[in-house]
């Protein structure tokens, strides 16, 4: 689906007087300027990025009475389990928590629902079989703050309960003993974007204080907090979290921890990713290669596993783990396809994604742990709200669906909005789950349909791409992109910077890459500079870029390539057009 193309120029001045005050070189400075930071105080703040920069856990809504009561728990030996949810994000939460109560020599366990059988968040059956084990004390991670009645099941066979999450809360809170969350109401938390493994690391911060009895603790914990920040940036990450604020600290500072002394499972998958050998780690190899792995895991009901392996300091068990989590995700990877080109037929078939203001589907067979990722490519490949849903195989059990949306249109409040037709839903704006009998996904996509016409206008319905600047080729030295780094770590809510240039020709004929071609490498040039370019899942444009003859415009990110030891400056395409002298698709932004 063709782009709309938001190029932004950028006001001289302010540019001018940024480079001035801070002594930053000027593409810098631009790239600041376009992201909103206009002086020199904010844009040191965002470039350093300093370690203290995080909040006291005391200032966290119940950190400090949370590590209260597990202080308690573990000078009383009481039994604790450790209740995470099964994706990246609560994996790295359970691990912080269960490693730091280890620490202390404390009777901790740690349970993880299984995503195709418990579905997310607590549950009754889950929560009853923990207290016929003889558990005191559960403690969940990244889930919990909308579980009303398993928290009453929870206070009637007698255990205590800490919520620690951060996602959206019901109208009401549940019943817990103390409840850990960034955005709790009734509260002002600086800072509401916290992933659940952020908010896991601020507890196990605040326990560390709590049992050495001072804030500033001694070097074996602070050796494990360092380490924990690694994973917490792991998590959020791959939860895809605003990269601002604390989040922007925990990943900067966790980037390096992870390559230093990363857990040893974290090692063990760098090692087999082969991303041990890279000079720097940045959050795209989170992104693409380490949190990819540990959500196959809990895509394919095998979150335990991953937990151990993040966990445990048996070599043997962590090589053996490490190995089966990278064979998950390639399972996980062609049970994708196989579900991706199932929805796509559904889609050319019987579905018109030009002018359908959303696409609901619905397959039989489908695999429930990966219709999330499928929806999410879908959605971004036709900038429609996409519900997937995964009807059982028998047509006996309801269909498990996963929703992901686009700006402006809040999945959440939508789902309740349809209600009348779902068993059980809940999430975030941009991405959720649900529940559905099969004879009522037609009236769901019906209301679900009418809801997103009412709600986005045409004229939204065309995808956007915000491009920070436009520049020759030439520009792109080595040194130019490494002062782009300087704005790293990037991701959601701080991309990495979109550029474009015009009169570019194909050096080399476009060719398909990666398995079944899915991506694409083609050699860009323009005024004698020629840069290796490669447009990840951009295989599809193979057939209609070899036809063109004519001088491009590019849109692409510039990235400093490491291969064999040896660093180029290489361009990952983000779109393209023929170029053209007016382009009424393009539309000039003044920042």
Same mark, same amino acid.
């Given at each position: 689906?063709?782009?709309?193309w938001?190029i932004?120029?950028?006001?001289?001045?302010?540019i001018?007087r940024l480079?001035?005050a801070?002594?930053?070189?000027?593409?810098?400075?631009?790239l600041?300027?376009?992201?909103?930071i206009?002086? *020199?105080?904010?844009a040191? =703040?965002?470039?350093?990025?300093?370690?203290?920069?995080?909040?006291?856990p005391d200032i966290?809504?119940?950190?400090?009475?949370a590590?209260?009561?597990?202080?308690?728990?573990?000078r009383d030996g009481?039994?604790?389990?450790?209740? #995470?949810?099964?994706?990246?994000?609560?994996?790295?939460?359970?691990?912080i928590l269960?490693?730091?109560?280890?620490?202390?020599? *404390?009777q901790?366990h740690?349970?993880?629902p299984?995503?195709?059988?418990?579905?997310?968040?607590l549950n009754?059956?889950a929560?009853?079989?923990?207290?016929?084990?003889?558990?005191?004390?559960?403690v969940?991670?990244?889930?919990?703050?909308?579980?009303?009645?398993?928290? +009453?099941t929870?206070?009637?066979?007698?255990?205590s309960?800490?919520?620690t999450?951060?996602?959206?809360?019901?109208d009401?809170?549940?019943?817990?003993d103390?409840?850990?969350?960034?955005?709790?109401?009734?509260?002002?938390?600086p800072?509401?974007?916290?992933? #659940?493994?952020?908010?896991?690391?601020?507890v196990?911060?605040?326990?560390?204080q709590?049992?050495?009895?001072?804030?500033?603790?001694?070097?074996?914990?602070?050796?494990?907090?360092l380490?924990?920040?690694?994973?917490?940036?792991?998590?959020?990450?791959a939860?895809?979290?605003?990269?601002?604020?604390? %989040?922007r600290i925990l990943v900067?500072?966790?980037? %390096?921890?992870?390559q230093?002394?990363?857990?040893?499972?974290?090692?063990?998958?760098?090692?087999?990713?082969?991303?041990?050998?890279?000079?720097?780690?940045?959050?795209?190899?989170?992104?693409f290669?380490? *949190?990819?792995?540990?959500?196959?895991?809990?895509?394919?009901?095998?979150?335990?596993?991953a937990?151990?392996?993040?966990?445990?300091d048996?070599p043997?068990?962590?090589?053996?783990?490490?190995?089966?989590?990278?064979?998950? %995700?390639?399972?996980?990877?062609r =049970?994708?396809?196989?579900?991706? =080109?199932?929805?796509?037929?559904?889609?050319?078939?019987?579905?018109?994604p030009?002018?359908?203001?959303?696409?609901?589907?619905?397959?039989?067979?489908?695999h429930?742990?990966?219709?999330?990722?499928?929806?999410?490519?879908?959605?971004?490949?036709?900038?429609?709200p996409?519900?997937?849903i995964?009807?059982?195989k028998?047509?006996?059990?309801?269909g498990?669906?996963?929703a992901?949306?686009?700006?402006?249109?809040?999945?959440?409040?939508a789902?309740q909005?349809?209600?009348?037709?779902?068993l059980?839903?809940?999430g975030?704006?941009?991405?959720?789950?649900l529940t559905?009998r099969? +004879?009522q996904?037609?009236?769901?996509?019906?209301?679900?349909?009418?809801?997103?016409a009412?709600?986005?206008?045409?004229?939204?319905?065309?995808?956007?791409?915000?491009?920070?600047a436009?520049?020759p080729?030439t520009?792109?030295?080595?040194?130019?992109?490494?002062?782009?780094?300087?704005?790293?770590?990037?991701?959601?809510g701080?991309?990495?910077?979109?550029?474009?240039? +015009?009169?570019v020709?194909?050096?080399?004929?476009?060719r398909?890459?990666?398995?079944?071609?899915?991506?694409?490498?083609v050699?860009?040039g323009?005024?004698?500079?020629?840069l290796?370019?490669?447009?990840f899942?951009?295989?599809?444009?193979?057939?209609?870029l070899?036809?063109?003859?004519?001088?491009?415009?590019?849109?692409?990110?510039?990235?400093? %390539?490491?291969?064999?030891g040896?660093?180029?400056?290489?361009?990952?395409?983000a779109d393209?057009?023929?170029?053209?002298?007016?382009? *009424?698709?393009s539309?000039?932004?003044?920042?």
């Amino acid at each position: 689906m063709a782009k709309h193309w938001r190029i932004v120029t950028h006001n001289s001045e302010r540019i001018a007087r940024l480079e001035r005050a801070s002594g930053l070189p000027t593409v810098l400075a631009q790239l600041l300027v376009g992201r909103g930071i206009m002086d *020199a105080d904010a844009a040191r =703040l965002f470039l350093e990025a300093r370690l203290t920069g995080l909040r006291d856990p005391d200032i966290l809504p119940g950190a400090r009475d949370a590590a209260r009561l597990l202080a308690a728990a573990v000078r009383d030996g009481r039994r604790i389990v450790i209740y #995470g949810d099964y994706d990246a994000d609560g994996m790295t939460g359970t691990a912080i928590l269960f490693s730091c109560l280890k620490l202390f020599n *404390a009777q901790v366990h740690f349970y993880v629902p299984n995503r195709l059988d418990e579905g997310y968040g607590l549950n009754d059956e889950a929560i009853r079989k923990i207290a016929a084990q003889g558990t005191d004390l559960i403690v969940t991670v990244d889930c919990g703050i909308a579980g009303l009645r398993e928290a +009453s099941t929870a206070r009637s066979l007698g255990i205590s309960l800490i919520i620690t999450d951060h996602h959206e809360p019901a109208d009401r809170l549940p019943d817990a003993d103390v409840i850990v969350h960034p955005g709790l109401p009734g509260h002002v938390y600086p800072f509401a974007g916290l992933a #659940g493994s952020g908010v896991a690391l601020k507890v196990a911060w605040a326990l560390c204080q709590e049992i050495n009895g001072s804030r500033r603790v001694p070097t074996r914990l602070k050796d494990f907090l360092l380490q924990a920040v690694g994973l917490a940036a792991l998590g959020t990450v791959a939860d895809v979290v605003p990269l601002l604020d604390e %989040n922007r600290i925990l990943v900067r500072h966790g980037l %390096n921890s992870l390559q230093r002394c990363p857990p040893l499972g974290v090692a063990a998958l760098s090692q087999i990713t082969r991303l041990d050998s890279k000079a720097t780690l940045c959050s795209e190899d989170i992104a693409f290669t380490l *949190a990819p792995r540990l959500n196959a895991a809990g895509r394919l009901g095998q979150a335990a596993l991953a937990v151990e392996l993040l966990t445990t300091d048996d070599p043997e068990r962590v090589a053996e783990l490490a190995k089966y989590v990278h064979e998950l %995700n390639g399972t996980r990877d062609r =049970l994708e396809r196989r579900v991706y =080109l199932a929805a796509r037929r559904q889609i050319d078939e019987h579905y018109h994604p030009e002018t359908d203001p959303a696409l609901v589907l619905a397959g039989r067979g489908w695999h429930a742990g990966v219709i999330g990722i499928v929806a999410g490519r879908l959605a971004e490949k036709y900038h429609r709200p996409v519900v997937l849903i995964a009807l059982d195989k028998l047509g006996v059990k309801p269909g498990a669906g996963s929703a992901r949306s686009v700006a402006g249109f809040f999945l959440h409040e939508a789902l309740q909005e349809c209600s009348d037709y779902l068993l059980t839903h809940g999430g975030h704006a941009a991405a959720a789950g649900l529940t559905v009998r099969e +004879s009522q996904v037609d009236r769901f996509r019906e209301a679900f349909c009418e809801l997103a016409a009412s709600e986005i206008a045409h004229d939204q319905r065309v995808p956007e791409l915000h491009i920070d600047a436009e520049t020759p080729l030439t520009a792109l030295s080595m040194e130019t992109v490494h002062q782009i780094e300087r704005l790293a770590p990037f991701g959601q809510g701080n991309p990495r910077p979109v550029l474009c240039a +015009s009169g570019v020709h194909m050096v080399q004929p476009p060719r398909q890459i990666g398995d079944g071609g899915r991506h694409l490498s083609v050699v860009l040039g323009q005024h004698g500079t020629q840069l290796r370019s490669v447009a990840f899942g951009g295989g599809e444009w193979m057939e209609e870029l070899s036809r063109v003859d004519q001088p491009l415009s590019v849109a692409f990110k510039p990235v400093i %390539n490491e291969f064999r030891g040896r660093r180029s400056v290489e361009l990952h395409l983000a779109d393209w057009r023929v170029s053209q002298p007016a382009d *009424a698709s393009s539309e000039v932004l003044t920042r």
